[in-house]
């Protein structure tokens, strides 16, 4: 049987480390405000930020929220972003994606102060993570990095495989396994014997957004399987109770692997963890 990669735990385990983290650098006069912005009402929006917000309260950081109406123009929001980046209170900057159509995200993502960018996509912070220096590292990529280190899988010479290319999860998850010393392969819905090149990762990360789509045949025995993946699938009862699934096929991976991530309770939950990681490192930088 598989290790299951537990990523409620491991998420918690950070959580207590950055709360007593926080209560040592707050004696030392320093503090934080983490700005989350939501541009319109969309729930599942609403769902994120709220959980950021519950977790910055628990590790004992400061959250203020700027609820902006959906009809909010690209100069109003930039005029916003501008503000908050010139407020030495403010140690973070976080803009909820997706944005509205009228608002181009790019623009938005570059106008944050690299210093408070703790998502991590600003393309400086990026540039960091290519050339090796430090900075603010995409969230759940780097708490993947974590999953692996924590559950105590060796991560240098192995032999990984990415899965997706984004520019949230494949790209810089792929840049920090190559950080780690294994030797990576990215691949994408243009790569051909996908089913081949799977089978030779030692640790297969998978990121594409469809639902069980890596079955037992793409993967091989004892590897290490993470699954980035998350959505909803209706169960029997006609959608009454809506069940969560990943990319990887669980059933089927779960017996070859040595070591697999759950959804839920895999990935997900270290993407906040992560989040509030980078809150504390801002709170070391000069806003
Ligand atoms: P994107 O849609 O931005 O990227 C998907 C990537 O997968 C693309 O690079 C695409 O290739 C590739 N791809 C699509 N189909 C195939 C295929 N058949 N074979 C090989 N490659 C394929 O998705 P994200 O990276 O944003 O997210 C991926 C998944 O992870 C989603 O389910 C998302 O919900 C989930 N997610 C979960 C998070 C968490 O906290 N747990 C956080 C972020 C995302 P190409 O570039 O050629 O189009």
């Known amino acids: 049987m598989a290790q299951l990669i537990d990523g409620r735990k491991i998420s918690q385990e950070m959580k207590d480390e950055l709360k007593n983290k926080v209560e040592e650098l707050k004696k030392a006069g320093r503090e934080a405000t983490l700005a989350v912005i939501q541009v319109g009402s969309d729930p599942a929006s609403g769902v994120y930020v709220n959980n950021k917000k519950k977790a910055c309260a628990y590790i004992g950081i400061r959250s203020a929220s700027y609820e902006l109406p959906e009809q909010t123009t690209e100069e109003e929001l930039l005029a916003l972003i501008g503000k908050l980046n010139r407020d030495k ?15 181009d995200e790019d623009k938005v993502i570059q ?14 912070n990026v540039g960091k993570l290519v050339t090796g220096g430090r900075g603010f590292v995409s969230c759940t990529p780097a708490g993947i990095i974590q999953l692996l280190k924590r559950s105590g899988i060796e991560i240098a010479g192995k032999k990984c495989v990415v ?3 984004s520019n949230i999860v494949g ?3 792929a840049l920090l396994m190559l950080r780690e010393n294994a030797t990576v392969t990215v691949a994408h819905s243009k790569t ?10 030692d640790i297969l990360i998978v990121a594409i957004g469809k639902p069980q789509f890596i079955t037992a045949e793409y993967i091989k025995e004892g590897a290490v399987v993470i699954d980035v993946g998350i959505h909803r699938r209706n169960s029997a009862d006609g959608g009454q ?9 669980f059933s089927e991976a779960e017996p070859r692997a040595s070591a697999i991530t759950p959804v839920p309770g895999g990935v ?6 992560m989040l ?11 806003a």
């Open 268 to 273: 997900g939950p270290m993407t906040i963890a």
């Open 171 to 173: 790209k810089p998850m």
């Open 163 to 165: 899965v997706g290319r």
């Open 111 to 124: 106008a944050i102060s690299p210093k408070k960018d703790v998502d991590g996509f600003h393309p400086e």
């Open 276 to 286: 509030m990681n980078n809150c504390v490192e801002a709170m070391l930088t000069d």
């Open 192 to 201: 051909r014997n996908l089913k081949e090149i799977c089978r030779q990762a």
């Open 89 to 103: 209170s403010v140690t973070g900057i976080l803009v909820q994606l997706p944005l509205p159509m009228q608002i």
């Open 241 to 249: 109770s809506a069940k969560l699934c990943g990319d990887v096929c």
